[in-house]
């Protein structure tokens, strides 16, 4: 019961808002963008992880 | 089986949600899809053991178990069908729902269909 990849997920997602206003901010809008790129990549892989195994796991115990 | 703690993560995921929706919504989504991950492992491997049971006690009855097996290819079907078409419609693509669903009548319709041939020729022996 690893509750704390929900976390991992939310923290991702306020370092990359606070991170982007933050260049936005500085005047360095490209920086942002590929920030935000950076982190959405990040969180996008370990999803994609996770559903290959919810679907593995699906297939082989339901016999699919 | 701990059903407040089910429940506990579906609130934190839900306000974890809201939290995040008005800055990057794209994680919202995240939070939901891997908290739905995380319930679904979790009930699964509370339900799975008095499952298998049920399989054994039908198999030892010498009851054909090939009706059961597809009913319970059926049922994973349906778990990962509306796993899917639940998220698309999260994410506001209510067609693409539907189309996920679809996917999975058919796969169940074909699943079916030995099933259905048996019934028939079943059903024409006694008319015939």
């Known amino acids: ?64 | 089986m701990n059903l407040t703690t089910v429940l506990g993560i579906c609130l934190v995921t839900a306000v974890l949600g809201v939290v995040l929706k008005q800055y990057k919504p794209e994680y919202a989504f995240f939070i939901a899809i891997v908290s739905g991950i995380i319930i679904f492992f979790y009930l699964l491997v509370q339900v799975i053991n008095p499952v298998f049971e049920i399989r054994n006690i039908i198999a030892k009855q010498g009851v054909d178990t090939s009706y059961f097996l597809v009913a319970f290819k059926t049922l994973g079907i349906c778990i990962i069908t509306g796993f899917v078409s639940d998220i698309c419609k999260d994410f506001g693509q209510n067609a693409l729902a539907g189309k996920a669903e679809f996917a999975g009548r058919c796969a169940i319709f074909l699943l079916s269909l030995p099933l259905l041939k048996g019934l028939l020729e079943a059903a024409y022996s006694f008319i015939g």
């Open chain 1, 1 to 64: 019961m690893d509750v704390d990849i929900i976390f991992k997920v939310a923290a991702i997602g306020i370092i990359v808002t606070v991170l982007n206003q933050l260049l936005v901010r500085s005047g360095r809008e490209e920086q942002a963008m590929l920030t935000t790129l950076a982190g959405l990549v990040v969180v996008l892989l370990m999803v994609v992880n996770m559903i290959g195994d919810l679907f593995g796991t699906v297939k082989s115990v339901f016999g699919l």
